[in-house]
């Protein structure tokens, strides 16, 4: 058989090989070929643009944002990035409502790839802490959804809703200066949240309509991509061709939800009348969402909602690996036996769901998959101390393996051409002037760290911080 007969049947064997491995993503390809779509893979494959690795994503509040923290957690640790996670003095956010600094950043978790902890925006420390290429990615809620759930999940921790009688949003919106103090300690959360975020003015009257095109103006010069949380299929997708990643990468379940005795339905006109007190956030979130369906229409609508069927499809295919079914059933933190799923609870009038992993589901599953199916339902809190042990493991072992290698250098150098070398170069030794001071004593200064943020000053310091989670 001819050389070129021998290379046309390996060919042929392996592209029957990838047909029968990749069956399911190969569908993927052939239905976005047929519509015509932009070409997106499922996996990688030699040619295509490679995956951007680099990604800070501004965590706001009540936005869905904590699913979206779990899906950056999950494909960091996936491709083996760095996740910057703060000190601990600033429990599981960088210290927030404190303006964001690279002093809240743990050292063993430097330099990032990605970040995705709740923060106050600080462009200016985020460029030095973040490689040049970052994309900048965030997530803004509809106004009025947003504030009742606010409203809600802190009731007992904002004192401009702990002064309302009966904890009535109603009353609050009828009178809001009422019981709002702008310089109050979490008072964030009571007016113009997404603002405050984002690094604004939450105060800025309404009136001042250059701040607030100004503002808007520099949120989409910074920021690549702002997602839409009553879009989120829809958002991903464009995440998906902003950043190149596979399919399997975007998956998620809903994480941080409200049970439905803990919602308070909004009567005819509280929409309006909260978006009047959040209209800073309220024109935010009107351009962005107008700008997201501009977007997506130059994907194309029979793309995009091609593509939104094939994400969901993915999902069921991973909840049936995970779950035997659907997406698991909703349980409160007393139901859920393993307590690295136990969602935090803000106060005895709120209650959070989340989900428990069936024993007897995932016995038989290899331990990658079972850690696969863990950490897509772990809470933003047990997740961010389970990252913060594994990469502070790796920052330890990368350590201990440059020690090593540098001992090993000096005991190949022959012990007499040091001394050869010395007598040459050096004067006379002086006298032992005390302990550890003779001949066979050595010194080692510890290195720098890669991050290179010891040496930056800030007005900020550290502190104590609440551990709450949103």
């Known amino acids: 058989m001819s050389l070129k007969k021998i290379f046309l049947a390996f060919v042929a064997i392996s592209t029957v090989s990838l047909l029968l491995h990749h069956g399911g993503h190969l569908n993927w390809t052939m239905e976005g070929f047929h519509l015509g779509c932009p070409t997106l893979r499922s996996h990688p494959s030699p040619g295509l643009k490679s995956k951007h690795t680099n990604v800070a994503f501004l965590k706001t509040h009540k936005t869905a944002s904590t699913t979206m923290q779990n899906l950056l957690f999950r494909f960091a640790e996936r491709n083996n990035l760095t996740v910057a996670l703060p ?4 429990g599981h956010q960088f210290c927030y409502p404190r303006t964001f600094t690279s002093h809240f950043v743990h050292p063993h978790t430097l330099p990032p790839n990605v970040i995705t902890s709740h923060m106050r925006f600080n462009r200016a420390e985020l460029r030095r802490l973040m490689p040049n290429d970052t994309m900048y990615i965030t997530i803004l809620r509809e106004p009025s959804s947003m504030f009742e759930s606010l409203f809600s999940y802190y009731n007992q921790y904002c004192q401009s809703f702990k002064r309302v009688p009966n904890g009535s ?32 003015d939450k105060d800025r009257p309404a009136t001042d309509v250059a701040y607030t095109r100004a503002f808007v103006a520099e949120v989409e010069r910074v920021f690549s991509l702002v997602m839409i949380t009553e879009h989120f299929d829809e958002s991903l997708i464009l995440l998906r061709h902003l950043l190149s990643w596979d399919l399997d990468e975007v998956l998620y379940v809903k994480l941080n939800m409200r049970t439905p005795s803990s919602k308070q339905g909004l009567t005819p006109g509280l929409p309006a009348k909260i978006r009047a007190w959040n209209s800073l956030d309220a024109r935010l979130y009107d351009h962005f969402n107008a700008s997201l369906w501009r977007r997506l229409s130059v994907l194309g609508t029979a793309c995009v909602a091609r593509e939104v069927r094939l994400l969901r499809r993915a999902q069921e295919r991973l909840m049936r690996s995970c779950f035997g079914g659907h997406t698991p059933p909703l349980r409160s933190a007393a139901q859920i036996k393993n307590k690295d799923l136990r969602p935090w609870q803000p106060s005895d009038k709120v209650d959070i769901v989340g989900y428990d992993l069936q024993t007897n589901l995932s016995r038989g599953a290899p331990s990658l998959a079972q850690e696969l199916c863990l950490k897509l339902i772990m809470p933003e809190v047990q997740y961010t101390r389970v990252l913060l042990r594994s990469q502070s493991l790796r920052y330890r072992r990368g350590y201990q393996q440059q020690s090593q290698s540098f001992q090993q250098v000096m005991r190949q150098v022959p012990p007499r051409s040091l001394q050869v070398g010395k007598r040459r170069s050096q004067p006379p030794p002086a006298p032992p002037q005390g302990p550890g001071s003779g001949p066979g004593s050595t010194s080692t200064s510890t290195p ?5 943020t010891q040496g930056r000053t800030t007005k900020l310091g550290l502190g104590s911080q609440q551990t709450r989670a949103s």
């Open 169 to 200: 949003l109603e009353a609050f919106l009828e009178e809001p200066w009422r019981y709002y103090r702008p310089d109050e300690k979490d008072s964030m959360y009571a007016r113009n949240t997404l603002t405050f975020d984002l690094g604004g």
């Open 448 to 452: 720098k760290h890669a991050g290179g």
């Open 87 to 90: 000190v601990q003095s600033c």
